[in-house]
């Protein structure tokens, strides 16, 4: 029950850091059986999605590790579209949008964990930030803050790359 109601939104996270169908997959169901084998750990102060998510985000940065990847090849088309918002299809918009999405990147990789963090809940996994807090074990307000500090943090260094 819980499997086939949560697959859905936990696989649609991880495709959305990862990009990939088949690693998605294998990301997802490593996440369940993590969660199965955990689940006498699950105490309830949160939601269920928010403790699957929780656990695929640790599940991912495994992956990533042993991939030896580095966190700037998260795909962040969600923020650099946000910066993007008014583009069009054109191939210069399209070839902007890229480059801005690329910068992003590179600069989340910059910021320090706890911001990343943040980040992700709250955009990959839609996150409320009472869920975002309750995973990652800070208050609701702390949560709004080192978001706002990330997006400005972002924003100030594509604002200065992009000269805007």
């Not at 699957?52 to 992956?63: E, N, R």
């Not at 580095?70 to 962040?76: C, E, P, R, S, Y």
């Not at 910059?110 to 990959?124: A, G, Q």
């Not at 709004?144 to 997006?151: E, L, M, P, S, T």
Request: with cysteine; hydrophobic share 45%.
């Amino acid at each position: 029950m819980i499997y086939t109601e949560y697959f859905p939104r936990v696989y649609a996270f991880l495709y959305r850091l990862c990009k990939d169908e088949s690693t998605a997959e294998e990301l997802t169901q490593e996440t369940f059986l993590q969660a199965f084998t955990s689940f006498y750990r699950f105490r309830g102060d949160s939601e269920l999605f928010t403790w699957l998510a929780s656990i695929a985000k640790h599940v991912f940065y495994t992956y990533l590790r042993k991939n030896r990847l580095q966190l700037g090849a998260i795909n962040l088309d969600l923020l650099a579209d946000a910066v993007c918002a008014d583009a069009a299809d054109s191939p210069e918009e399209v070839a902007e949008r890229h480059a801005v999405q690329e910068s992003v990147r590179r600069l989340l990789d910059k910021i320090p964990e706890k911001y990343r963090d943040v980040v992700m809940l709250r955009l990959y996994a839609d996150l409320p930030f009472a869920e975002v807090a309750a995973a990652l074990k800070i208050s609701e307000n702390s949560a709004k803050v080192i978001y706002h500090r990330a997006k400005k943090m972002l924003f100030e260094e594509l604002k200065d790359e992009y000269k805007l």
